[in-house]
């Protein structure tokens, strides 16, 4: 079955300083992974998505993330934290057998001036 | 105007009554799913759907019925409301490939 664990509820970072958010999966086919954000009281928004081909994917407002096939990990990364990226963000994993999109439990990002 | 739509935004109601979410999406996409959302669960999947009359259960599917005649519509239906149901509700469609776009979601409280 799939599954996926996100490291750390709450992840605090100053501005300017990088942002990482650990994501591990568990799949039994290749998956498509996938990271989403949710700002407060609204609905989630793709930030980038791995399916196949490059391991290391670049995504809307800076963030990237690299899929290693080896570690089943799906990171994801930004040099430099924006106040604006504070909101929690989630990541996702897609097997193609089962046709579930599933989510992991979230990090919430917080940044600090 | 395109996109996905959930209506309504804010529900409250009584244990034990029958209460419908729905969902409607324009993209014409073939693949639905309905998601809940709570504080340290993250997103859970309630059920999915990957066409028109076809449904299938997802991680907690237990006191939820859902329904598709139409590829755009994707009610979801709380059949007798527990408290432990109190929870935002997501609805999401996608092309098959797993990429979801979401709606605003639905806050339902049950008293």
């Known amino acids: 079955a799939q599954s996926v664990t996100q490291l750390g509820s709450h992840v605090s970072v100053s501005e300017g300083a990088l942002v990482l958010l650990r994501c591990n999966y568990s799949?039994?086919?290749?998956?498509?992974l996938f990271w989403y954000v949710q700002y407060p009281n609204q609905g989630l928004q793709l930030l980038l998505k791995?399916?196949?081909?490059?391991?290391l994917v670049k995504g809307i407002n800076g963030f990237e993330a690299e899929f290693k096939k080896s570690e089943t990990s799906f990171h994801l990364t930004k040099p430099s934290a924006h106040m604006s990226d504070a909101a929690e963000y989630f990541c996702?994993?897609?097997?193609?057998?089962?046709?579930?999109?599933?989510f992991g439990t979230g990090t919430l990002l917080a940044v600090q001036p | 105007d395109a996109g996905i739509t959930q209506s309504p935004r804010y529900k409250i109601t009584e244990t034990g009554r029958q209460v419908t979410l729905m969902c409607h999406q324009t993209?014409?996409?073939?693949?639905m799913f309905w998601y809940r959302q709570d504080l340290g669960h993250g997103l859970r999947l309630i059920y999915y759907?990957?066409?028109?009359?076809?449904?299938d259960k997802g991680e907690v599917p237990d006191g939820y019925v859902v329904s598709r005649s139409k590829t755009e519509n994707f009610p979801l239906t709380l059949e007798s409301a527990t408290r432990s149901q109190t929870s935002v509700y997501f609805c999401?469609?996608?092309?098959?490939?797993?990429?979801?776009?979401f709606g605003q979601g639905t806050r339902l409280t049950v008293v």
């Open positions: 999401a469609s996608s092309t098959s490939g797993g990429e979801a776009f």
């Open positions: 799949s039994s086919v290749p998956p498509y």
């Open positions: 791995y399916t196949t081909g490059a391991t």
């Open positions: 996702a994993c897609y097997g193609g057998a089962t046709n579930k999109l599933i």
């Open positions: 993209w014409s996409h073939s693949y």
């Open positions: 759907s990957a066409a028109a009359d076809i449904t």
